[in-house]
């Protein structure tokens, strides 16, 4: 899971590493009551790189600019990805840029320390100028002032650097990161450093561990966005949820899972697994309990019209009364006919879909081989699964473990 420049700066934040003042800015009218002394730079958060050639990042002097400054960036894709949030940023003044990174080299199974004393957005620069070590021992302070000593930096910038770089392994280490990288480490005149921007990639495989970076599986905003032609952030209540399909032929699972960031990560894991999604149905992650439960309404009945479908893993991450109420949903769903002549009408009371199919999941010849897996992150599983008794689902509290579940009924 890669995390927008604001979220890594606040895990920064949470270990010492300084950053300069700031506010993410996901409506245009929170521009009018910024924290932030002018002048200020507007910075897109997008996950790809290349934002200040591409126009993602602007200067500004005041609130008139500041707002037109965003309406623009808001309306500006990057590779294609659109920002949900601006992250508005106090100005620093810049002598010296320096690049620090820490990451997991899964072929040597170690830890590796790189650094370049020429950081920015010049790459073939950077790279010129990189510097390593790896570390085949547990880390110590030795490793990081030997990077900064190896990049050519003298003085007090060695100790500057040497510190940032140790607070960099404990975030690393403790969040079970694959990458953690500072681009630039801006040095002032006075030798004092800076962490103007920040990326960090957490491994996906330890995000069960970790369910602080939860909050971080969605932009700041609490609702769907959009940019109208004239700039104009207009938010959208939820209605149905979106789908995303795969590129990829000869898929059998469907994805359902509340949020994008929690969709894309339970993607990735099953690729991992070697599983082959269809697509996925992301429900919006920020819903009232009952908007969500409407939607896992729609998003099953649209999944169990594709033919290709074979397993179906819903993945959901809310409050316990939210998962009770997904659990009675699918249970509905797998309830067999005889046993279900009220079914209709208490699974339409919840999910406010009229349902009018042939009992897909069980009566016909496609529902029959449809399997179920769901993880609920909260919630008493004994009860849910002890519910579970007469259909065919499969509950699991980990995600890895719903993944791995997923693949081998695939399999079987």
């Known amino acids: ?101 820490i990451l997991l080299d899964y072929q040597l199974q170690r830890p590796i320390l790189m650094g370049s004393a020429k950081g920015g957005i010049d790459v073939e620069t950077l790279l010129k100028h990189m510097q390593k070590v790896v570390l085949d021992q547990g880390f110590s302070p030795f490793y990081a002032r030997r990077l900064a000593t190896k990049m050519g930096l003298q003085g007090r910038l060695i100790h500057g650097v040497s510190t940032i770089i140790e607070k960099m392994y404990q975030l690393f280490i403790e ?86 960031g929690l969709t894309l990560t339970t993607w990735d894991l099953m690729v991992g697994q070697k599983g082959k999604p269809v697509g996925a149905f992301i429900i919006e992650e920020k819903s009232s309990s009952k908007s969500l439960i409407k939607q896992l309404g729609i998003a099953i009945e649209k999944m169990l019209s594709l033919p290709e479908i074979r397993v ?50 069980t009566s016909s010849s496609k529902g029959d081989s449809v399997q179920w897996v769901l993880r609920l992150a909260a919630g008493d599983l004994t009860s849910i699964e002890a519910s579970f008794e007469e259909v065919p689902i499969d509950c699991c509290e980990d995600l890895s473990e719903a993944v791995k579940k997923t693949v081998s009924l695939i399999s079987g």
């Open 1 to 101: 899971m890669d995390l927008l420049e604001y979220q890594a700066k606040e895990l920064f934040h949470q270990v010492g590493i300084p950053v300069l003042p700031s506010q993410p800015i996901a409506e245009l009218s929170e521009l009018k009551h910024l924290h932030i002394r002018y002048p200020v730079v507007l910075k897109s958060q997008v996950h790809s790189g290349g934002r200040g050639r591409a126009g993602g990042i602007r200067f500004v002097q005041n609130t008139i600019d500041a707002v037109a400054a965003a309406q623009a960036i808001f309306s500006l894709p990057i590779l294609g990805e659109y920002p949900e949030v601006i992250l508005a940023e106090a100005r620093y003044d810049t002598q010296e840029e320096i690049f620090l990174s």
């Open 175 to 260: 969040k079970d990161l694959d990458l953690i990288e500072i681009n630039p480490l801006a040095v002032s005149a006075s030798g004092e450093v800076m962490a103007l921007d920040g990326k960090i990639t957490v491994n996906d495989m330890a995000l069960s561990r970790h369910l602080d970076l939860l909050g971080f599986l969605s932009p700041k905003g609490d609702h769907p966005s959009t940019v109208t032609p004239n700039g104009n952030i207009v938010i959208t209540p939820p209605q149905k949820p979106r789908w995303l399909g795969s590129k990829e032929k000869g898929g059998n699972v469907g994805i359902i899972a509340n949020g994008l």
């Open 312 to 361: 179906i893993l819903i993945n959901i991450v809310s409050s316990e009364p939210t998962s009770d109420l997904v659990a009675q949903v699918i249970t509905n769903y797998c309830q067999p006919p005889a046993e279900t002549a009220d079914s209709e009408e208490r699974l339409s009371g919840l999910t406010g879909v009229n349902s009018t199919r042939e009992r897909q999941v």
